[in-house]
């Protein structure tokens, strides 16, 4: 029988077991930080693999690897730590630790189903932070943003940890709360210490991409530094500079990050960003290579069976091809998975594209209806209203557009 002790107990050692590289952290570079990891990861497997009914010690070693898998740059990584949480699972039958880890990388996979599946195998750690955390963020990523929004409310009544009110400070900024977003991240940064130098270079990249988002391309700059100088090295920091380098109209610095950028992440959607770039140069000729190796890399990971590239999937066919019916497939399979507001832009947009105007309107409408401030849906609205023939509606989104980002015809990566 589960007494509330136990239940306690678990709960405190799954969130020990998550946090335990975190715990020893010192200040360095992202090249030290994976150096820590790998070898604490590797003593958890030596342990794990002496030890090969220890089921706590192979969760130990799952733990590290679904941490490390975070900081990859490989985007089939936490796959395969998600085939490793299969095979623990054969191994040593239904443990609530294993299935909220299951639950958290499919999760960052974009896999909605897999998610809620694994929550209901984690019986007594349901009422655990990290549970309740994954509960409103599927919510979140479900369209659900009240529910998120008062499950996120009801954790910072208790403490007003971090991550939380991360999470409530992108919500804002999404629907344009600019002002809460940005006081909720610094609260988060001056709670931090001085040893979770990686938990503040993400709030400072967060509140960079925020800036970015409304034409603040100074004080974007100052957040993506603070980052850079939390964390030197990290590939997500370059990312976001190389996007700011393209906004700022700075097209051979950007194309050249981005080049070196892909030396050590080659991941699709930098490669996209980097043909993108080049077109909107004026080199469509040195956008193609780059174009076709970020197409390969999205159906690369569908092949997998992976889910989590089916948005960028939809944005390819639709933005670089202009192939509206080519990206209806894919939006229409990541709004089914995912029915948020975001999905609905990109389904609504594959449709404009091909040529369906008035079934692109009316999906469209749940972007409007969540009150999203984000000038490229916005544009999208307005373009699919004007392409109806609401004139009226399309340059109200447009002026919309406008007041949200002054500069929202500059370059953007597609995300």
Not at 52 to 76: F, K, Q, V
Not at 124 to 143: F, I, M, N, Y
Not at 172 to 191: N, S, V
Not at 323 to 333: C, V, W
């Amino acid at each position: 029988m589960n007494t509330p002790g136990r239940i306690a107990r678990v709960a405190a050692g799954l969130c020990a077991l998550v946090v335990m590289a975190a715990a020893a952290r010192e200040p360095g570079s992202l090249a030290q930080e994976l150096a820590r990891l790998d070898a604490a990861l590797a003593r958890a497997e030596a342990a794990a693999d002496a030890a090969p009914d220890d089921a706590p010690a192979r969760l130990r070693a799952l733990a590290l690897a679904a941490e490390r898998a975070g900081w990859s740059p490989d985007p089939a990584a936490p796959g395969q730590v998600l085939a490793q949480i299969a095979q623990a699972g054969q191994r040593f039958g239904p443990r609530p630790d294993l299935a909220l880890l299951h639950a958290q990388l499919c999760l960052r996979l974009h896999d909605l189903p897999c998610v809620q599946a694994a929550l209901g195998r984690i019986g007594p750690l349901v009422q655990s932070k990290e549970a309740r955390l994954l509960a409103a963020d599927l919510a979140r990523e479900r369209g659900e943003l009240a529910t998120a929004q008062a499950a996120w409310e009801a954790l910072l009544a208790r403490s007003r940890d971090w991550d939380v009110l991360a999470r409530v400070a992108w919500l804002a900024a999404r629907t344009g709360h600019d002002a809460q977003a940005d006081a909720l991240y610094a609260e988060a940064q001056d709670g931090l210490s001085a040893f979770e130098l990686p938990e503040y270079a993400f709030l400072a990249r967060e509140r960079g991409l925020l800036a970015l988002m409304r034409g603040r391309h100074e004080d974007a700059a100052a957040h993506y530094a603070r980052a850079e100088r939390a964390l030197p090295g990290d590939w997500r920091t370059a990312d976001l500079q190389a996007e700011w380098l393209g906004a700022e109209g700075r097209f051979d610095e950007a194309i050249a990050a981005y080049q070196a950028l892909l030396a050590r992440a080659p991941r699709p959607e930098i490669a996209q960003a980097l043909g993108d770039l080049y077109r909107r140069s004026g080199q469509p000729e040195r956008a193609a290579p780059w174009h076709a190796q970020a197409l390969a890399g999205y159906l690369a990971s569908v092949e997998r069976g992976e889910v989590q590239y089916l948005h960028h999937l939809a944005g390819y066919y639709a933005d670089v091809d202009e192939d509206g019916e080519a990206a209806l497939p894919f939006a229409a399979r990541d709004l089914q998975l995912r029915p948020n507001f975001l999905a609905a832009d990109q389904y609504a947009w594959a449709l404009y594209r091909a040529g369906r105007y008035d079934e692109a309107k009316a999906a469209s409408e749940p972007v409007l209806a969540a009150g999203a401030a984000d000038a490229p849906l916005l544009v999208h609205a307005a373009l699919i209203r004007l392409a109806t023939g609401d004139a009226q509606q399309g340059r109200a989104l447009l002026a919309r557009a406008a007041a949200v980002n002054p500069r929202y015809e500059a370059f953007h990566a597609h995300r």
